[in-house]
Each structure stands twice: as structure tokens, then as C-alpha cells.
């Protein structure tokens, strides 16, 4: 039963959102001005799918919001800039969160634009954010998935960034699709930290928010499986890849780059897929409709890690006896090593890894299996029938 206090509380909010879109429409009978001209119609439409209704999403706001974004690859960055307005200036974690599932839309519909219209980074910073519309015992729990989120958005963005800014390189490079297995993953952690941090934080709207963030989950996981399949076929198959050297770097020594590499995202894909488990355990038991359809995760047993890890290894030694019987007499030159740099030290019983940061992550096709990621499934007719945003 919804109390006064809640009654009170919601049309408060209903009088901020009108208030919003009122100074909106003022703003679109002013001249424009400024580096990046305003587009009052995006704001209007950003305020409705961002208001203070802490019930659920308003699914017809955000589905006029992406397919604005559908209709014209042009229109993201107009559109980013108003939720960065919006996300800067709020101190409601609804209007904070329903922004960064937008936000997240964008990106995801930035991925499939094409390369002069993507997205770069999130051009907002909620990473301090602080809750002031709950009741205390309730804000900070609100507060801590709102970080979450954006720390999973924020990485996100800069990775694709860093991929914009780099080009496309050579997508057969094995170092390359290593590093984008591995950071991904480290995109995984970070998704498996946009939990409930609190108790009665079963909202509708954090429950779609996780619904999202578990079909991010299957995507990046799969890709995750796809790039360790890819790297074992390319060790272990029956046409053995050689990796490319660095400079000054011998084949041996990239054989064993590369096998360290490797058996590093092997643990971490064990270690992850246990922690998907208890991830998916969770969410069903909050009533995450997402989770609840897709099969359970299971988790790889050590004993087979470690028998990759020993053909991995063979592999490696092996390499490097060819590259050796290739070079028996020929004149013997002094080789200093000492220039390579690398911290992992390699025995043939254990692999010491050294701790070093990951960034970068993979294009996202917004599907996994025969689930729809709801960002990408805005039509245009949801537009069409509204021509006119700005009306209050």
C-alpha cells in the first residue's frame, strides 16, 4: 500500500521533471551558442526517459531515446551530452542509474554506427556519486550500485576508446586477441560488481538494471570462451601457430610470452566461471528474469587447467629445442636477453605471473542467443507518433 509520505515524494519528483522539460522548451527559443549546439527536442526526450520514478524505466522515454539514436548515427553524441547534463546534475540515484542504462544504449548502438559517429568516452563522472533522495538507511546501498554501474561503463567506453584511437590493427594477431580476451575479463569483474548493496533494494528498476547487466554478462563471457578456443587451437592444434616477435625478441622467447599469457587467462577463466555461479545465484534469487532462463555456468575443474597447462608448457619447450637444433652450427654469437623486458619468471612446474593492468575490450552485437538486448530494440514508430518532444 503506498503511504502519504510516498505519494508526496512521487509528485515532487513529477514537478522536478516538468520544471525540466518547461526550461527545456525555453532554452530552445534562445539563440544557440557554445562549441556543441543544443538540441532541445534530445534534451526533452532524455528528461522523460530519466525521470524520478523509482518504480521501473519508462520504457516509451527510453525507447524514443534509442530509436532517435537509431534513426541517425548523428544524433549519439547530442544525445550523450544531454544524459551527461542530466547524470551530472541529479542527486537521485534513479535518475543517475535510468542515465547510465541509456548511456550504455548509446554505446552499445555506437558499436554498430558507423566509425566517424561512435561514441568515445563517457563524458560524465558519477564514480563519487552520493544519493540524497532515500532515506539514509537506503542511499548508500543505492549510492554503491550506481558506482558500480559506472565503473563497468566507464571502463567499458575507455576501452572502446583506445580501440577507436588505435585503428583496427591486425585482428589476427594472437598477442592482440589475447589482450582482448584479457580485457575483457577484466570488463567481467567489473559487471559482477553491479549487485544490491543493501537490504530493500528489490526495485523494479534495479532488478531491469540487473537484467541488462546479465545479458552483458553472456556476451562478454562468450567472447571470453570464443578468444581462449581461438588461442588453444592455435597452440595445440594440428597447425601449430609461431608468434610473432617483438623487437629484439627471439621466437622462443615469444613462444613463451605467449604460453605465460595464455595459461594466465586459462586461471582467470576458472576463477571467473565460479564466480559467475554464485553471480547467477544471487540474481535468480532476487527474481532477475534474465538469469533465470539462461543454463547454469560450470565451472572448469582444476585438474583439466592443469593439463592444459602442461601441453601449453610442452609446447613452449618444444619450440624453443627446434629453434635450437635450427641454429646448432652456425657460429656462436653472445646473446644478452637482458633486453627483453619481463617480470614473469617460466619453470616447468609453476608460471609466476607479475601484476600488470589490462585495457581494452571487444564490440558487442547486443544478442545472445534468442534474447534481444532491450537496448537495441527501439522502433522508429515509438518516434513518430511523438513529433513534438518538447511538449510539457
Partial sequence: MTTARQWWLRAAAAVKDRKSLCLTRVAALRPASGVLPRRPELEAAVIRATSHDERSVDHAGAARVFALARASPAALQPLMWALARRAGRTRCWAVALKALMLAHGLLLRSDLAPRAARLGRVPFDLADFRDRSSPPSKSSGFSAFVRAYFRFLDTRSLFASQELDGGSGDADDEDARLDRVTKQQHLLDLLMQIRPYGDGMEHGLILEAMDCVVIEIFE??????????????????????????????????????????????????????????????????????????????????????????????????????????????????????SSVASKTVVTKEWVVFDDDDNAGAGGRQGHFGNYVNPFLGAPWATVAGNENLLLV
Avoid at 578468444?227 to 588453444?232: Q, S, T, V
Avoid at 613463451?256 to 582467470?268: D, F, P, S, T, Y
Avoid at 555456468?297 to 601449453?312: A, G, M, Q, S, Y
Fill in 220 to 337: 562478454v563471457y562468450s567472447q571470453i570462451c570464443t578468444g581462449i578456443a581461438r588461442f588453444l587451437v592455435g597452440v595445440l592444434g594440428s597447425a601449430p601457430t609461431t608468434p610473432r616477435p617483438r623487437p629484439g625478441e627471439t621466437v622462443a622467447a615469444a613462444r613463451r610470452r605467449r604460453g605465460v599469457q595464455g595459461m594466465r587467462v586459462l586461471r582467470k577463466a576458472a576463477e571467473q566461471s565460479a564466480q559467475l555461479s554464485s553471480y547467477f545465484e544471487l540474481c535468480r534469487g532476487l527474481g532477475v528474469l534474465n538469469a533465470a532462463e539462461f543454463p547454469a555456468v560450470e565451472r572448469v575443474p582444476d585438474n583439466d587447467i592443469k593439463d592444459l597447462e602442461k601441453l601449453i608448457m610442452s609446447h613452449v619447450v618444444e619450440g624453443r629445442s627446434k629453434e635450437q637444433d635450427e641454429n646448432h652450427g652456425k657460429a656462436l654469437v653472445a646473446v644478452d636477453n
